[in-house]
């Protein structure tokens, strides 16, 4: 039968549940035991699909192409399996599934309450995210005492008691603040956070708790007291150099034999190897390389989440320490770009809208023309093809119609929008009809002499995708011989997934975002030969 194990936070949000969920769940597969990890987010949005970067951060998209919250990435990356729609439950879904229930009759007349609708569509919820795993993760977004998390922490709490005795923990996520004028950690918001959630019904079993340095024994005592969680069940969550630390340091304290002994599972032996050897490999990288993000969602690094990550991964492979450098795309003008030199590499991501656009064409144009390794990333691909048909087709006001609907020369577009340079209507492909967005994992074919292939070694891949507008068909014939090669196309023939150029030392954009299957021990295989590129490039040279 299936355990589970519940992950709360209190006192301040962004503590670290989903690393701390995924770092959990990683000691124990690496025991050889099945697990799931799933996120309940409380908020009322179906999905973070139409919700800004900068307010919630990165939209996670899984293989079979649900948005998701940025947490199930860290999942991905520390667990290694795949995170699907039943991996996040929103309180919209939960919202929504009811009401549609209520409308076809489902609840005979009832009045639909909170209780029991709500929390047992919740529950039904978290049943099908586990999977049938042996030890199924559950985080619990947002801070106890939100009024928005009191459905989710009812339902577990009525789950806890159905499960029935050792088949269900709670582990509590808090912060320890240190008063830097009084030098002492005070434990008191930590008393308050675990008040609170044994005023609703829930003991935690676990105290995770938040700190710069590890906690005492007087600490760890007094916690005890206070919260009636035992001593033996109070570990330090310390700030780690690496997220990817926190297994190791996790396990260092036990927490692991701790939970088997509480859910009365029999232990298997652990293999922490892989992550003590991505540790040595950390301690290996002594240089450091300059990469430039232009985005338009700088103001919040978690917006570029997975990226900044893969990025992190493709420089441990290559024995380097990546340096991000955020520059805001609104903010790039000809006075300003040749910053751009002193960088090492330049990636252009994705995004929606105009704003910041001509910034992103402008360093796509001078990572072209000073030979400086290019990476392009669903929108960054449309961006390349936007430069390279003003400046070498010489299509002067090619655009794409998300851009400016009255482009004479829409060389990105929607596929119901796709012309050509007279401006005629030509829908190549019925089946692509309508503005809704390509989600999810796709197949997409490799020429074999290109960079892609040499990048892949595969003729054939998959990648997950996130965007509506597509390299409009009925251009593509206008960059033969240009130098600019379509060396990645879709299963059916008629979308461009990648493009590279001839005569260059890396330059290459994809229409997928390669960033999502990045990991921590294998990278990927576009980033890893990025980074290798940027690592070539001698600064003063340049």
């Given at each position: 039968?299936?355990?589970?194990?519940?992950?709360?936070?209190?006192?301040?949000?962004?503590?670290?549940?989903?690393?701390?969920?995924?770092?959990?769940?990683?000691?124990?597969?690496?025991?050889?035991?099945?697990?799931?990890?799933?996120?309940?987010?409380?908020?009322?949005?179906?999905?973070?699909?139409?919700?800004?970067?900068?307010?919630?951060?990165?939209?996670?998209?899984?293989?079979?192409?649900?948005?998701?919250?940025?947490?199930?990435?860290?999942?991905?990356?520390?667990?290694?399996?795949?995170?699907?729609?039943?991996?996040?439950?929103?309180?919209?879904?939960?919202?929504?599934?009811?009401?549609?229930?209520?409308?076809?009759?489902?609840?005979?007349?009832?009045?639909?309450?909170?209780?029991?609708?709500?929390?047992?569509?919740?529950?039904?919820?978290?049943?099908?995210?586990?999977?049938?795993?042996?030890?199924?993760?559950?985080?619990?977004?947002?801070?106890?005492?939100?009024?928005?998390?009191?459905?989710?922490?009812?339902?577990?709490?009525?789950?806890?008691?159905?499960?029935?005795?050792?088949?269900?923990?709670?582990?509590?996520?808090?912060?320890?603040?240190?008063?830097?004028?009084?030098?002492?950690?005070?434990?008191?918001?930590?008393?308050?956070?675990?008040?609170?959630?044994?005023?609703?019904?829930?003991?935690?079993?676990?105290?995770?708790?938040?700190?710069?340095?590890?906690?005492?024994?007087?600490?760890?005592?007094?916690?005890?007291?206070?919260?009636?969680?035992?001593?033996?069940?109070?570990?330090?969550?310390?700030?780690?150099?690496?997220?990817?630390?926190?297994?190791?340091?996790?396990?260092?304290?036990?927490?692991?034999?701790?939970?088997?002994?509480?859910?009365?599972?029999?232990?298997?032996?652990?293999?922490?190897?892989?992550?003590?050897?991505?540790?040595?490999?950390?301690?290996?990288?002594?240089?450091?390389?300059?990469?430039?993000?232009?985005?338009?969602?700088?103001?919040?690094?978690?917006?570029?989440?997975?990226?900044?990550?893969?990025?992190?991964?493709?420089?441990?492979?290559n024995g380097v320490t990546?340096?991000?450098?955020?520059?805001?795309?609104?903010?790039?003008?000809?006075?300003?770009?040749?910053?751009l030199r002193e960088m090492?590499?330049?990636?252009?991501?994705?995004?929606?809208?105009?704003?910041?656009?001509?910034?992103?064409?402008?360093?796509?144009?001078?990572?072209?023309?000073?030979?400086?390794?290019?990476?392009?990333?669903?929108?960054?691909?449309?961006?390349?093809?936007?430069?390279?048909?003003?400046?070498?087709?010489?299509?002067?006001?090619?655009?794409?119609?998300?851009?400016?609907?009255?482009?004479?020369?829409?060389?990105?577009?929607?596929?119901?929008?796709?012309?050509?340079?007279?401006?005629?209507?030509?829908?190549?492909?019925?089946?692509?009809?309508?503005?809704?967005?390509?989600?999810?994992?796709?197949?997409?074919?490799?020429?074999?002499?290109?960079?892609?292939?040499?990048?892949?070694?595969?003729?054939?891949?998959?990648?997950?995708?996130?965007?509506?507008?597509?390299?409009?068909?009925?251009?593509?014939?206008?960059?033969n011989d240009s130098g600019?090669?379509?060396?990645?196309?879709?299963?059916?023939?008629?979308?461009?997934?990648?493009?590279?150029?001839?005569?260059?030392?890396?330059?290459?954009?994809?229409?997928?975002?390669?960033?999502?299957?990045?990991?921590?021990?294998?990278?990927?295989?576009?980033?890893?030969?990025?980074?290798?590129?940027?690592?070539?490039?001698?600064?003063?040279?340049?």
């Amino acid at each position: 039968m299936t355990r589970y194990v519940f992950i709360t936070g209190g006192v301040v949000s962004s503590l670290g549940k989903g690393i701390a969920s995924a770092s959990l769940a990683s000691l124990f597969k690496l025991r050889g035991f099945k697990v799931s990890l799933q996120k309940l987010d409380p908020y009322i949005n179906l999905d973070p699909g139409t919700m800004s970067p900068i307010q919630h951060g990165e939209v996670f998209v899984t293989d079979d192409g649900a948005e998701t919250d940025l947490d199930l990435g860290h999942y991905e990356r520390f667990v290694g399996i795949q995170m699907s729609q039943d991996s996040n439950v929103t309180a919209g879904r939960v919202y929504s599934n009811v009401i549609n229930k209520e409308r076809k009759g489902d609840y005979l007349g009832s009045t639909v309450q909170v209780i029991p609708h709500i929390t047992d569509e919740i529950k039904k919820l978290i049943k099908i995210g586990s999977k049938k795993s042996d030890i199924a993760f559950v985080e619990v977004g947002g801070t106890v005492g939100d009024i928005e998390s009191l459905p989710f922490l009812e339902a577990i709490r009525q789950f806890s008691l159905e499960l029935g005795e050792s088949k269900a923990l709670f582990i509590h996520l808090t912060l320890l603040p240190y008063i830097e004028v009084t030098k002492e950690i005070k434990t008191k918001p930590t008393q308050h956070s675990v008040k609170e959630l044994r005023s609703i019904g829930i003991q935690p079993d676990i105290l995770l708790c938040r700190g710069k340095d590890k906690i005492n024994n007087k600490l760890k005592e007094k916690l005890a007291l206070f919260t009636n969680v035992s001593k033996d069940a109070v570990f330090s969550a310390v700030d780690a150099k690496s997220i990817y630390d926190i297994p190791i340091l996790l396990k260092e304290q036990n927490i692991d034999n701790y939970m088997l002994s509480k859910l009365k599972i029999k232990s298997k032996p652990l293999n922490l190897k892989p992550w003590q050897d991505y540790r040595k490999k950390v301690s290996k990288c002594k240089k450091v390389i300059k990469i430039a993000m232009i985005g338009k969602y700088v103001d919040l690094e978690d917006s570029y989440k997975s990226l900044n990550e893969a990025l992190y991964h493709a420089g441990i492979i290559n024995g380097v320490t990546v340096d991000i450098q955020y520059l805001d795309s609104e903010k790039i003008n000809k006075n300003n770009i040749k910053i751009l030199r002193e960088m090492n590499g330049i990636l252009v991501p994705g995004g929606f809208g105009d704003r910041g656009i001509e910034g992103k064409v402008s360093a796509a144009h001078f990572a072209r023309t000073n030979n400086i390794p290019y990476f392009g990333i669903c929108l960054g691909l449309q961006i390349s093809i936007i430069e390279f048909a003003r400046n070498v087709i010489k299509l002067a006001k090619a655009n794409s119609t998300e851009f400016d609907i009255k482009t004479k020369n829409p060389v990105i577009a929607l596929v119901e929008e796709w012309k050509d340079s007279s401006g005629k209507n030509i829908i190549v492909d019925k089946n692509n009809l309508g503005g809704t967005m390509r989600l999810g994992s796709q197949t997409c074919n490799i020429e074999k002499n290109s960079l892609a292939y040499k990048m892949y070694k595969k003729l054939t891949i998959k990648e997950r995708h996130r965007h509506r507008y597509e390299v409009n068909s009925n251009f593509v014939n206008y960059f033969n011989d240009s130098g600019l090669i379509f060396s990645g196309i879709s299963k059916k023939g008629n979308l461009m997934e990648i493009i590279e150029l001839k005569n260059h030392p890396w330059y290459l954009a994809c229409q997928f975002h390669p960033e999502f299957t990045s990991s921590p021990i294998e990278g990927h295989p576009l980033f890893n030969g990025f980074i290798s590129a940027s690592l070539k490039r001698k600064i003063n040279q340049s």
